[in-house]
């Protein structure tokens, strides 16, 4: 089971830090996703990262703007945002899949949390 947290309202250009925790022992073996969907619109990849940490994907929209990190002693995978932008708006979901691959698709993943909405607005 995956819960996701801190969304919130920021003004553009600044920063939010995401949180998933999981629950269960085998959260080191799942890749981890980041998803969005804003209203209107398919949901989308964000960035994923494998089950050690030591493998990273960023969607070309967030590159070097979003930072997908884990903590796998406390079961949990973060998504830093950084220089937020108003079309980053979306309700932001985790996702997770038993893999040693990078899924980069929402269909790919069997385990999902229940989103946060990050709106970016003045």
């Known amino acids: 089971q995956l819960q996701a947290s801190g969304g919130g309202l920021v003004q553009p250009g600044g920063s939010l830090r995401l949180s998933c925790a999981a629950s269960?022992?085998?959260?080191?073996?799942?890749?981890m996703g980041w998803f969005r969907q804003a209203p209107g619109k398919e949901r989308e990849f964000v960035a994923v990262?494998?089950?050690?940490?030591?493998?990273?994907y960023y969607a070309d929209s967030v590159k070097g703007r979003f930072t997908i990190s884990r903590d796998n002693a406390k079961n949990t995978v973060y998504l830093q945002m950084r220089s937020l932008k108003p079309e980053d708006t979306a309700v932001y979901y985790c996702?997770?899949?038993?893999?040693?691959?990078?899924?980069?698709?929402?269909?790919?993943?069997?385990?999902w949390g229940q989103g946060t909405q990050v709106t970016v607005s003045s």
């Open positions: 990262i494998n089950w050690s940490g030591g493998n990273t």
């Open positions: 269960g022992r085998t959260f080191s073996l799942y890749a």
């Open positions: 996702a997770g899949k038993p893999s040693a691959l990078l899924p980069t698709t929402s269909r790919a993943y069997d385990s």
